[in-house]
């Protein structure tokens, strides 16, 4: 008889331990097309940025102003006047909005209005001429708000809803 102890043998069902080691390929390095766009798009802006004038500086004493820090842009009354029938409504508007109505029956009981060509004015805390917009609808459809809303936001381009803000309060008033 065999007294020798033989050691167990380790079972390995699906023979995993002889499968062959897949292993991963390095990736190629090739391009990406949207590395390429950007960096087309940074050529293109830096190319812009070179033809537009750099804005005066200021002086490390001078402070800048809340006026100073709102979004510029082309004046929006010039574009709404563009609009005959839209200057129209806005003219008579003012006969159906409550607030108007008063300021517009006694002028000289609000200092900060003035009445020019039949346009309501109003002079801001910053000292910006303001068109007062009235709260009602044009040819019975849309709110004047609303279509000197959208004009702003065209005038100006895609700058995001607080850019658009600043704009708007600085040419309208409502």
């Not at 004493?61 to 979004?71: F, H, M």
């Not at 806005?90 to 909005?97: K, L, P, Q, S, V």
């Amino acid at each position: 008889m065999d007294l020798r102890v033989r050691k167990p043998r380790k079972v390995d069902p699906d023979n995993v331990a002889e499968w062959p080691v897949k292993r991963k390929r390095a990736p190629k390095d090739k391009p990406e097309a949207r590395r390429d766009e950007a960096q087309e798009l940074h050529a293109a802006v830096e190319a812009a940025a070179a033809r537009q004038p750099s804005p005066p500086r200021r002086s490390e004493e001078e402070e800048v102003t809340l006026q100073d820090a709102l979004q510029s842009g082309p004046p929006l009354d010039d574009t709404i006047q563009s609009d005959p029938g839209l200057w129209k409504a806005i003219r008579e508007g003012y006969n159906d909005d409550p607030l108007y109505q008063k300021v517009v029956a006694n002028p000289p009981a609000y200092p900060n209005f003035h009445i020019r060509d039949g346009i309501l004015y109003v002079r801001t805390r910053l000292g910006f001429e303001c068109v007062c917009i009235p709260r009602s609808r044009y040819k019975g459809k849309r709110r004047l708000t609303e279509i000197v809303l959208d004009t702003g936001h065209k005038v100006l381009g895609h700058l995001g809803p607080r850019k658009t803000n600043e704009y708007l309060r600085r040419w309208v008033w409502w």
